[in-house]
C-alpha cells in the first residue's frame, strides 16, 4: 500500500479523521458553551469580596471556578483544533479569534480572584482547609498561589494583564499564519525528477533522501522563504521576547527565566546543569558527525547531510494500520491495560491521521479535560511517523490515564513531565525493534536512528533552550535584537554545537525563524529533560518488573498533582541533579561505540 495523499479532507476515510463531533456535534453547541461560560463568569462576579468569608464560601469558589474553566477550555480546544484541519478557512479563524476573546473577558472578569485569597493571611487558609475536609484536594493548588503570592499583583492591576492577554498573544498568533497558511516554499524536483510543492509536511522526507541534489534544493528552497521573510520573522519574535520580559518585570521576578521556571518550582540549576553536561559532551557530537561524513562519503559534510539514514533499506510503506500494530507490541511492557486502552483509542478516532492542504505542519497531542485525548499527525507511511505516531500516544495516554484519575485541577501536565511520557513511548519502540534480531544493516539503521534521537532532543534542543536563553537575557540587559543579531547568535551557536566537521553554511543561520516554539517562554529545554528522564526510565522499566512499571503507570496518573521534580521521583529519577543527563550522555555514547564496531 503507498503513502495516502489527499488535497480534500472529504476525500479522507472517517475512521483516519478524529472525532471532533464526540466534543460538539455542531458550532451551534460550541458557541452555547461560549455564552455559558460568559455567564457563569457574571454569576462569579457576585462572589466579589465575600470569597474568604469562610471555608464553605472558598470551597464553593473554587468548585465554580473549575466549572468555568472546563466549559472555556473545551471551547478554546474545539476551536483551535478545527482551525489546525485547515489554517487557509477564514470561518475557522473567526472561531479561534472568538474564542481567544471571550478566554480574555472571562479571565479579565475573574482575575479578581487570586488577590481576594492573597488578601487573606496564610495562616487563615491553612485554618480553613483543616476545617474542611472538601478543601483538602485544593491543598497543592493553594499552597502553589501562596507560593506565589509576592508575584501576584492587585485586583486592578490582574485585571489590566487579564484584558492584554488577547493582545500579547499576537506574535505567536501572527507566526502561526504565516508559518502555516502564508509561507509558500515553491517547488523542487523529487528522487524521480518530478516537480512537487515543498511543504513542512514532506521535507523531513526530503531532509532523509538518499539523493543528495534532494536534499539541497529542500534546504535550501525551505530557508531561502525564510530568508525573505527574515525581518518580518525577527520583529515578531522580538516582540514576544520583549512581552515575556516585561510580564516577568510586572511581576517581581528577578529574570524571565525565573518566572517561566517558578510556576512548576524548577530551580535555574536544572536548566544550568543540562547546558553544562551537553557543552561538555559535545566532543561526542562531533565524533558522531565524523562517522556520519565517513558513512556517507562526503568531501565535505553539510547541514542538508545530517538526516538522512546512514543506511539506505529497501523501500518500505507502512501503512497507518501496520503502524499501529508495532505500537502495540512494542509497548507491551507497559501492561495490557494500557495497550488494551490505547488500541480502543485509536478505533474511537483520537487521531488526525493525514496531511491536507492548510493542515497545521508537524504532530501534537491536545484535547480538553473531557474530551478524548486527540492527536494530530501527518502520517506518510514511514518508520519515522510509527516514531511519531508512539510518540504523540505517550502523550495522549498520559492525558487519558491523569484525567480518569485527577479533579479538573490536576487534570493536566508540565511539560516537564508530559515529555517523559512521549519519549518513554519512543525508547521502547527502539528497544523492541533492535530486538527482532535485525541483520546488520538494519540494526546499524536503527542505532543510527536512536543516535538521531539524541542529536535531535538532547542536543539541538539544547542548544534551543541556550538560544532562547541568550535572546531573553540580551533584552533583560537592555539589548534590542534585530533579525540580524538574532542570525549572528544562532549561526555562532550552530558552529559551537557541530564543531569543525559541519561545514559552515550561508542558510542555516535563519533556522530559528521556523521554531514555533521558541514563542512560549523557556519551553524547549524541557524536551532535553524530558528525552533524560525518560531514557534513565525506559531502562528500568524494561530491566525490573511489576514495581518498576506500577511507578511509571502511577506517574501517569498525577497529573499536575505535584511538582515535577517530585512527581518524577516517584516515578524513578531525580531530575534536581545533573546525573539523569550525564546517564544520558552514557547511553548516547555507548550506541556511538556499537555503531562505531559495525561501521569497521
Known amino acids: 500500500m503507498g503513502k495516502k495523499v489527499y488535497e480534500n479532507r472529504n476525500d479522507i476515510d472517517k475512521k483516519y479523521i478524529w472525532n471532533l463531533e464526540e466534543m460538539y456535534a455542531n458550532d451551534d453547541l460550541w458557541l452555547e458553551d461560549i455564552s455559558k461560560a460568559e455567564s457563569l463568569t457574571e454569576e462569579f462576579l457576585k462572589r466579589r469580596g465575600k470569597v474568604m468569608e469562610s471555608s464553605t464560601s472558598l470551597l464553593e469558589s473554587l468548585k465554580a471556578m473549575d466549572h468555568i474553566g472546563m466549559i472555556i477550555e473545551k471551547a478554546f480546544v474545539y476551536a483551535r483544533m478545527r482551525m489546525d484541519e485547515d489554517n487557509r478557512d477564514s470561518r475557522r479563524q473567526a472561531m479561534f479569534d472568538k474564542i481567544n476573546t471571550s478566554i480574555a473577558k472571562v479571565f479579565s472578569s475573574l482575575s479578581f480572584f487570586t488577590p481576594e485569597i492573597l488578601s487573606s493571611d496564610e495562616k487563615t487558609i491553612k485554618a480553613f482547609m483543616s476545617e474542611n475536609s472538601e478543601l483538602e484536594v485544593y491543598r497543592h493548588m493553594l499552597e502553589g498561589i501562596l507560593h506565589r503570592k509576592e508575584h501576584i499583583l492587585s485586583e486592578k492591576e490582574e485585571n489590566i494583564l487579564a484584558n492584554l492577554g488577547q493582545i500579547t498573544s499576537a506574535p505567536n498568533s501572527i507566526f502561526n499564519i504565516l508559518n502555516n497558511s502564508d509561507l509558500k516554499f515553491g517547488n523542487i524536483k523529487d528522487e524521480n525528477g ?341 531514557t534513565a526510565l525506559s531502562k528500568r522499566i524494561l530491566e525490573g518488573g511489576e514495581e518498576e512499571r506500577n511507578d511509571y503507570l502511577k506517574f501517569l496518573s498525577l497529573g499536575s498533582s505535584k511538582y515535577p521534580v517530585d512527581l518524577l521521583k516517584i516515578a524513578g529519577v531525580d531530575m534536581s541533579s545533573p546525573e539523569p543527563v550525564e546517564k544520558a550522555m552514557e547511553t548516547f555514547n555507548n550506541l556511538l561505540d556499537e555503531l562505531v564496531d559495525l561501521v569497521k
Open 194 to 534: 518530478k516537480e512537487v510543492e515543498l511543504t513542512h509536511g514532506n521535507y523531513i522526507n526530503f531532509m532523509e533522501s538518499h539523493n543528495r541534489d534532494v536534499r539541497k534544493a529542500a534546504f535550501e528552497k525551505m530557508y531561502e522563504a525564510y530568508k525573505g521573510m527574515i525581518n518580518l520573522i525577527g520583529t515578531t519574535y522580538s516582540y514576544s521576547v520583549k512581552t515575556d520580559v516585561v510580564y516577568s518585570q510586572v511581576r517581581n521576578y528577578s529574570s524571565t527565566r525565573k518566572s517561566a521556571l517558578s510556576k512548576d518550582m524548577i530551580s535555574e540549576s536544572v536548566y544550568d546543569n543540562l547546558i553544562d553536561v551537553i557543552s561538555s559532551n559535545l566532543p561526542n557530537l562531533h565524533r558522531y558527525m565524523e562517522i556520519r561524513k565517513k558513512e556517507l562519503g562526503v568531501d565535505e559534510l553539510k547541514m542538508w547531510d545530517l538526516y538522512v539514514p546512514l543506511v539506505k533499506l529497501p523501500e518500505r510503506r507502512i501503512p497507518f494500520e501496520d503502524g499501529v500494530d508495532i505500537m502495540l507490541k512494542a509497548l507491551e511492557p507497559l501492561g495490557k491495560d494500557y495497550c488494551d486502552t490505547l488500541k480502543k483509542g485509536v478505533e474511537s478516532r483520537w487521531i488526525d491521521v493525514y496531511e491536507t492542504p492548510g493542515k497545521t505542519s508537524g504532530a501534537y497531542s491536545f484535547g480538553s479535560y473531557d474530551s478524548m485525548p486527540y492527536s494530530l499527525m501527518n502520517y506518510t507511511d514511514t518508520l519515522k511517523d510509527v516514531f511519531t505516531l508512539v510518540h504523540e500516544m505517550g502523550h495522549s495516554m498520559h492525558s487519558y490515564f491523569t484525567r480518569k484519575t485527577q479533579p479538573y485541577v490536576y487534570g493536566d501536565h508540565s511539560i516537564f513531565t508530559a515529555e517523559v511520557a512521549s519519549t518513554v513511548n519512543e525508547s521502547l519502540l527502539i528497544k523492541y525493534l533492535l530486538d527482532q534480531d535485525p541483520d546488520k544493516e538494519m540494526k546499524k539503521y536503527l542505532l543510527n536512528f536512536y543516535l538521531e534521537e539524541f542529536r535531535g532532543t538532547l542536543f539541538r534542543q539544547t542548544m534551543f533552550a541556550e538560544f532562547e536563553h541568550l535572546c531573553h537575557y540580551f533584552v533583560e540587559s537592555g539589548g534590542s535584537i534585530t533579525s540580524d543579531w538574532l542570525s549572528d547568535k544562532y549561526d555562532a551557536l550552530n558552529k559551537k554545537y557541530y564543531g569543525d566537521v559541519v561545514e559552515h553554511d550561508e542558510y542555516i543561520r535563519y533556522e530559528w525563524a521556523r521554531i514555533p516554539h521558541f514563542y512560549r517562554a523557556y519551553y524547549v529545554y524541557q524536551y532535553a529533560t524530558g528525552f533524560s528522564a525518560a
